[in-house]
């Protein structure tokens, strides 16, 4: 068997490759353009390829490649919340926070499009795909908190100030990236704090989180 | 003159008054239903006319029904954030939060399909007037709290909080709509001061603001 199996094995990695490498050549574009401008010819000529060539990979066209690319940043955003268990946990989450405003800093117009809704590619699979990112946020958040069945108050808290984050990126795109990186950062985690704080008041389990997060700092 | 303008008078009347009628019925029909759910048929059932008579009013059809019940009841919205700049100003925000907590109690389904995405009738129109909803409610709060020139901290804060509203009043919905309005009311006053008094740390503009919250309270 070894000896034949090259030529498939080549074949198949060839198109896995051609496909990631279309998909790569439109993330690019879509996180620096508006849908609109995007077109199918603008990643053939990225990719290097024919225009039929990115039709035989995405028969569904704009809509498949812009989807595909959406769920290909989503993972990469995702990932962004990946954070070691260990640490303070407002530092876990200033790092978080770093990795994810790095993100919407190379995605810029992309984000902005996608999140600002009403954008021509918006469905309700879009949609999905980012309110998945919302729940992981969420689940991230409560997980490194060591919560595992939160209260509707603390739900509700940590979902507003993740809403927040979303806006706090969308105008700081819109401010040409200002106030710089780290001050944004640092400001988002004590906006955190505060809100925790304010829910702690009507809210035992919340109170209890405010309290170790005040020993752990 | 004045004789003969009786009749046309009535006539211009009538036909306003039908188109009114008939945004009432696709009103009430789209505050609780999403809008996949909602059909000129069901329009024209529930204002006693014919489908045929809603096309001659509403030519576009549902997509300009629903456009024209979304301005209208972006206009009540926009009348709910009117409040007199006397006395304290959380009590103010506290009656403004009052009337917007009714208007998302009375357009439950209609209020989350608008707001949550990817929704049929979701266009470049719809998303701009619910910004300009957004955008007025800000300008109401820094009107309220006399600054004429907001810096970017200022303005970011509120408009965080403003989307943090937005993101508690979907949750709120989601949960049979708990907590109950005057604590979650009252819980989102307390989440303005204490994001303000966050941003107040940073900047100076706010600061004074903050200030002068205390002093007022």
Redesign the interface.
Known sequence: MAPSAPTPAYRRLGVEERRRQLLEAALSLFAHRVPEDVSLDHVAEAAGVSRPLVYRYFPGGKQQLYEAALRSAAEELQHCFDEPCEGPLLRRLAHALDRYLAFVDQHDAGFQALL???SVV???????I?DGVRRTAAEHILSHLEVTEPG??L??TV??????V???SL??LD?GK??PHD?LRD?LV??FT??L???A??DPQTAALVRALADDA
Do not use: F, N
């Open positions: 600002q809704g009403g918006e469905t309700s699979r879009t949609t999905a980012v509707l108050r739900r509700m979902r507003m100030w993740i809403t927040a979303e806006a706090a105008i700081w401010e200002q106030p001050e400001w004590e906006q505060a809100v704080s304010v829910t008041g009507r």
